[in-house]
């Protein structure tokens, strides 16, 4: 069995998150996703609202091999790939990660253990590049790293939480994020009257 791992801070999730499920989807016979506090980042919304939003995200996406694992949440990866092994001991794992992401994997908790225990597989974001150079700093840790052939909107979390930028969301987030007043800019749209 070939699965997917991906951890995301999901802080919202945005429409880049739907299509990486929606490609993950069609390449793994099971994709593992959930929400993690991320040790590099400070101020996450707290973990239950990024879980949540990740399971509206995944009812949208509707497919029967993709799943919120919260039990996997754990900032340190290894740990997540411990206890996704207890579950599913024989499988292939494969954690996938972005290019922002990608560049910071040599600085993980035991980050040469864990490479050598899962493959990577890079998403492209617009807005970062990786180099052969930073290719070739995840070989020498043992990592097998491959570069998805994914295309992916240019949309990120950050750009809605610090932009007000509404548009990286799908109308199911929008209307979980305006019930739970998660973000200072959560849309108020105003019903027009019907006539």
């Not at 951890?7 to 929606?22: F, K, M, N, V, Y």
């Not at 993980?108 to 990786?130: H, M, N």
């Not at 840790?141 to 570069?147: D, N, R, V, Y």
């Amino acid at each position: 069995m070939r699965i997917a791992l991906f951890g995301t801070s999901a802080d919202p999730p945005t429409t880049g998150h739907l299509e990486i499920l929606r490609w993950l989807s069609q390449r793994f016979d099971h994709v593992a996703v959930w929400a993690a506090d991320n040790p590099f980042k400070s101020q996450q919304t707290a973990l239950r609202y990024r879980t949540e939003m990740l399971k509206v995200l995944v009812d949208e996406l509707a497919c029967a091999n993709v799943e919120v694992h919260p039990e996997l949440s754990h900032p340190r990866t290894l740990i997540t790939v411990d206890r996704i092994q207890q579950r599913y001991p024989n499988a292939e794992l494969t954690l996938v990660v972005g290019f922002d992401v990608a560049r910071q994997l040599s600085k993980w908790y035991r980050a040469q253990e864990l490479l050598q225990r899962v493959q990577v597989l890079v998403i492209p974001r617009s807005r970062y590049s990786f180099t052969q150079e930073d290719l070739e700093q995840l070989k020498t840790l043992g990592a097998k790293t491959e570069i998805a052939p994914a295309s992916v909107p240019d949309v990120s979390s950050t750009a809605y939480r610090e932009g007000c930028d509404l548009s990286g969301v799908t109308a199911s987030i929008q209307a979980y994020i305006d019930r739970e007043q998660l973000y200072p800019c959560h849309a108020h749209i105003e019903k027009q009257p019907v006539h």
